[in-house]
């Protein structure tokens, strides 16, 4: 008898154990790379809507940054202009970071420069990487149509206008 109940015993150790090796750490977890196929396309337009949306809920912040990414894929024309990143969307990336960001300085640093856009006829400026404005300004001229790859962090209220905080991290011709 004291054989069979080590038998037993045994084995239910080794399908127990097996359960809770399978089992996924409680604690912080490394991010998935995004794939183009993870962006789902949509316009501009619509994504700013949906972002001032999200912002009225705030009962009159003048920023806010949220989690959810919602990677997006939007054909837009490439303005030819560029500007440094505003103070206040820098804000918006520094606390976006500081929340969401396993290493702040992964966004914080090269997000410095922003690109204008438009989407019949209304402009917007989108933050792109320092290294790659080079590359895009030689890649694409004032006038061309863009497939841009773009993560939403949230935005700010300026003027009493909604502007959307939108990173672009990936430019393709269409």
Not at 49 to 55: I, L, R, T, V
Not at 66 to 74: C, K, N, S
Request: glycine share 6%.
């Amino acid at each position: 008898m004291h054989r069979e109940f080590c038998q037993v015993l045994l084995l239910a150790l080794m399908l127990c154990g097996g359960v809770a090796l399978g089992q996924a750490s409680l604690g912080p977890q490394p991010k998935k790379a995004l794939t183009l196929a993870d962006y789902k396309p949509q316009i501009l337009k619509q994504v700013a809507a949906e972002e001032a949306k999200a912002q009225s809920q705030k009962n009159g912040e003048t920023a806010f940054v949220h989690g959810d990414l919602r990677p997006t894929r939007v054909r837009i024309t490439y303005a030819g202009r560029s500007r440094p990143l505003p103070q206040i969307k820098k804000a918006v990336l520094d606390r976006w970071a500081q929340l969401y960001a396993g290493a702040p300085e992964h966004y914080t640093e090269p997000y410095q420069t922003e690109l204008l856009f438009k989407e019949d006829g209304v402009v917007s400026w989108l933050a792109v990487r320092k290294e790659s404005v080079v590359q895009f300004e030689k890649e694409f001229k004032k006038g061309d149509l863009v497939d841009l790859f773009i993560v939403r962090l949230g935005g700010t209220m300026t003027n009493r206008k909604w502007e959307s905080l939108l990173l672009v991290e990936n430019a393709l011709a269409p």
